[in-house]
């Protein structure tokens, strides 16, 4: 089966633009989460969907940060003006249920540099 | 709250040396403790995990773990490192709300 495809798997923006990231986590996985990890950091949690509905979105960093899962399918998450500090790698992750740890398959991650 | 700590933020070893990467956790109840992989390009990926049981863990390309509870430690060894064994490796935490808890990783170099 494919796995969780994320894209694109790099992008340099200016500060003041908008970025938007898509994750397609695998087919049939209700659960969705995104991380990031900046720059010599700990990878840190996001947020989570459930299908379509965000279930935790705890870690998001403020409100520049949109994250959506129309149609329980795919995921983008939009920054947006983005930052300096927002540079980092964006993972994306998904499983089909919620058993702890159990298939939580991550994607490669985008890669965003923001100058 | 839960954390973890990999106070190693990059080793170097031989190839065919022995390897030790460690990892620290806090975590209130019963942890269930996981080590990634991160090759360049690629997604993390899973090596091993322990959730209950016996305390020594077998993973896959050779790694094992061994889950300490009384020095809250999960370090990560391999008997003999191989060339293809240089990335980043993760250790984490997973809470009850499968929300991992990551620490900052290590970066291994192999050299020949």
């Known amino acids: 089966e494919a796995g969780v495809t994320q894209f694109p798997s790099h992008s340099v923006i200016e500060k003041g633009q908008t970025v938007t990231l898509r994750c397609d986590p695998i087919?049939?996985?209700?659960?969705l989460y995104w991380y990031r990890r900046v720059m010599g950091k700990e990878i840190k949690f996001l947020l989570h969907?459930?299908?379509?509905?965000?279930?935790?979105e705890s870690g998001m960093p403020n409100n520049r940060f949109l994250a959506e899962r129309t149609g329980g399918t795919y995921s983008t998450l939009k920054v947006q003006p983005a930052e300096l500090e927002d540079s980092g790698v964006y993972f994306c992750?998904?499983?089909?249920?919620?058993?702890?740890?159990?298939?939580?398959?991550f994607g490669s991650g985008t890669r965003l540099t923001v100058v | 709250a839960q954390s973890v700590t990999q106070p190693d933020i990059h080793i170097t070893v031989s190839e065919g040396a022995s390897l030790e990467l460690r990892c620290n956790y806090s975590?209130?109840?019963?942890?269930?403790l996981f080590w990634y992989v991160q090759s360049p390009g690629q997604g993390l990926q899973l090596l091993l995990k322990?959730?209950?049981?016996?305390?020594l863990v077998q993973g896959i390309k050779g790694f094992e773990a061994e889950f300490k509870r009384s020095q809250s430690s999960f370090n990560l060894r391999k008997p003999s490192v191989h060339w293809s064994d240089a990335a980043e490796y993760f250790c984490?935490?997973?809470?009850?709300?499968?929300?991992?808890?990551f620490g900052t990783g290590t970066s291994l170099t192999v050299i020949p």
């Open positions: 322990y959730f209950s049981g016996d305390t």
């Open positions: 087919s049939g996985h209700d659960n």
């Open positions: 975590y209130g109840a019963t942890p269930y």
């Open positions: 992750a998904s499983s089909q249920d919620l058993d702890i740890g159990y298939g939580y398959t």
């Open positions: 969907f459930v299908k379509e509905s965000k279930q935790d």
């Open positions: 984490a935490v997973v809470n009850t709300g499968n929300q991992f808890y």
